[in-house]
């Protein structure tokens, strides 16, 4: 009834404001996938939490259009509403537009809040909504924030600034390359609205975002200065004395003015169009050329350097000893301790959390018992919260925020003895997934191309999942980043690279049942072996030090090189992480992973 109440109020201020239409997305003014809580207004209005999801209300109907990580828990979020789910990438599902084509007259309005889109998704849906008559404008005024009367306040945390020796690189030197690739723009400026951007250019990191050490603020380069809008009682004496005379530092709330005085100087303004905001585009336009291409620190960050990949590399392996210390202590405490998913999620951050370099989580852990394994991003809540038994499947997908490195890890943990079609399936995802970590592949190849890799052998069983293979990991930033992916449907066919961290997360799903999903960090490098005659091949090398659970691997289904792969695999991660657990723990590490046959 609270969102229905919620529903009803929106719909009277939609009234008051001319429009027939109003669009409520999951991100906030900076495109961020994870959003601070004060900006949770599709949570609000919806009742839905995932990550990704957006909704459109109009005065007698209303959706939300979610993907195939989110359908289970939407159906059950949703359910008594009002709000109808939409199935993206469902055959019959109509997109947002053509919904809105359906629902209202020629001549309708929809509004949204400017920030809240990116210049190119704002440009798209607005062409979308004209092939139907209907307009699109911009409410600068959030409605929902109207109406949001017990509202989080806005996060207060404080900037720390990170470390040349975990960043590798200065930032004045991450000025200076970027500047370089403004003059190469013909850009005088570039607007930065994207958080984890902003963190890596300026080698500051912080706490506004649950599980995400970004700050929340605003950057302006220009050929000669830096200014970093900010909320100011975030900066402390060691932030200013870091930034000396390199950066400026004003208030969050005087974006508004530079952007306009910005625009009155003339120079041509680089904005990234997936990431700079529609509100910040229309300060601009009247007198400033934008220049439209993804920012230049996108691919930047991505590319990792010696230093941050040596980091990630010893986070994981520290990582990897606290996943041995919680696997061992879950095949003890099954069935004899009182357990239930968000317990067992406390205990593996704990385990965790003994490292001196952690700082959190990187994702709220999803452990999904039997039935919630298949629920893609299944988050327990008190509601759904249950006991794990000595039976059956568990997945647990979790990482680490340290200092030197950000960890994304999933293991299937078996917790009695597999039938033999769990096992088939669990061992055409261990299939894909050692297919992916050994492939060898031209330079120029894209993510999508990799993806079809790790499907194969569970195509050939007629078998699939719905979600991407791998996605890009930052260094002591978001989880998920771009611009690299392994995925048949968000690859933007950008070239994998060296020093790019990714996941290789295949997956099983049985709906009702249990879930299956291998998942380990790998990194592109150079292959040495097939690099010949002025050709580049590249590959994969493992970052993520964990055992995968044999019980559940039917060996005769695996080719003798993914054999001798996880094998050699398992004698990596006993030797890296024995010295780092106790004589009962390298037992149990010792006989998980011993050779198969």
Excluded at 84 to 110: D, E, F
Excluded at 269 to 287: C, F, H, M, S
Excluded at 411 to 418: A, D, G, N, V
Aim: hydrophobic content about 40%.
């Amino acid at each position: 009834m609270n969102i229905r109440n919620r529903l009803m109020a929106l719909r009277k201020l939609m009234a008051a404001n001319r429009i027939q239409g109003y669009i409520v997305p999951n991100t906030d003014a900076h495109q961020s996938e994870y959003v601070p809580t004060f900006w949770h207004r599709r949570d609000w209005i919806s009742g839905f939490t995932g990550s990704a999801g957006d909704v459109v209300i109009t005065p007698s109907k209303a959706g939300l259009w979610t993907d195939g990580r989110y359908f289970l828990q939407a159906e059950a979020q949703l359910s008594g509403s009002g709000i109808a789910l939409m199935k993206l990438g469902v055959p019959g599902t109509p997109t947002m537009a053509a919904w809105l084509g359906k629902q209202l007259k020629k001549g309708n309005r929809v509004g949204v809040d400017p920030r809240l889109f990116s210049i190119a998704q704002y440009q798209k849906l607005k062409a979308d909504l004209e092939a139907f008559e209907i307009q699109l404008v911009g409410i600068e005024d959030n409605l929902i924030d109207k109406l949001w009367s017990d509202r989080p306040t806005a996060p207060d945390g404080q900037i720390a600034i990170h470390p040349v020796k975990f960043a590798g690189e200065r930032f004045q030197d991450k000025l200076k390359r970027t500047r370089k690739a403004m003059r190469d723009a013909g850009a005088g400026a570039h607007v930065i609205a994207a958080l984890d951007c902003i963190a890596w250019l300026f080698n500051i990191r912080g706490s506004d975002v649950q599980d995400n050490p970004v700050v929340i603020a605003y950057a302006i380069v220009t050929d000669k200065g830096a200014t970093l809008f900010v909320d100011p009682a975030k900066v402390t004496p060691e932030v200013r004395k870091a930034f000396g005379q390199s950066v400026a530092l004003k208030p969050y709330g005087d974006f508004r003015a530079a952007l306009i005085k910005l625009a009155k100087a003339g120079a041509p303004v680089w904005v990234d169009g997936n990431t700079t905001n529609q509100w910040i585009a229309e300060l601009l336009k009247p007198r400033a050329k934008l220049v439209l291409k993804e920012s230049p620190i996108v691919l930047m960050k991505a590319l990792k350097n010696p230093v941050e990949i040596r980091g990630a590399r010893q986070a994981h392996v520290r990582d990897g000893a606290a996943m041995v210390k919680f696997l061992y202590w879950i095949e003890q405490a099954a069935g004899k301790e009182k357990l239930t998913e968000i317990s067992v999620a406390d205990r593996l951050e704990g385990f965790r959390a003994k490292s001196k370099l952690f700082r959190g989580v990187s994702f709220e852990s999803i452990i999904g018992y039997a039935a919630h394994g298949a629920i893609i991003h299944y988050s327990a809540t008190p509601e759904t919260d249950v006991p794990i038994r000595r039976k059956g499947i568990l997945l647990v997908d979790s990482g680490g925020q340290y200092l030197d490195g950000t960890t994304d890890i999933t293991r299937t943990i078996c917790l009695s003895p597999p039938n033999s079609v769990q096992k088939d399936q669990f061992t055409r995802v261990l299939k894909g997934h050692i297919q992916v970590v050994l492939a060898r592949f031209p330079q120029g190849t894209a993510g999508r191309q990799i993806d079809t890799l790790a499907r194969k052998s569970l195509w050939d069983a007629g078998y699939d999942y719905g979600h991407g293979t791998g996605h890009g990991v930052g260094s002591y930033l978001s989880v998920h980043e771009g611009p690299q992916s392994i995925s048949f449907a968000r690859d933007t066919g950008v070239a994998l690279l060296p020093g790019m961290v990714l996941s290789n997360e295949p997956g099983y799903y049985a709906q009702g049942e249990y879930g299956i999903r291998t998942e380990n960090l790998i990194y592109v490098v150079k292959d040495k072996e097939t690099s010949r005659n002025g050709r580049v091949f590249l590959t994969f090398e493992n970052l993520t030090m964990c055992p995968i659970d044999t019980r559940l691997v039917n060996p005769k289904l695996l080719t003798p090189e993914e054999l001798r792969y996880l094998n050699s695999y398992h004698a990596q991660v006993k030797k890296a992480l024995t010295p780092l657990v106790d004589k009962k723990e390298a037992a149990w590490l010792a006989k998980a992973t011993r050779p198969i046959k």
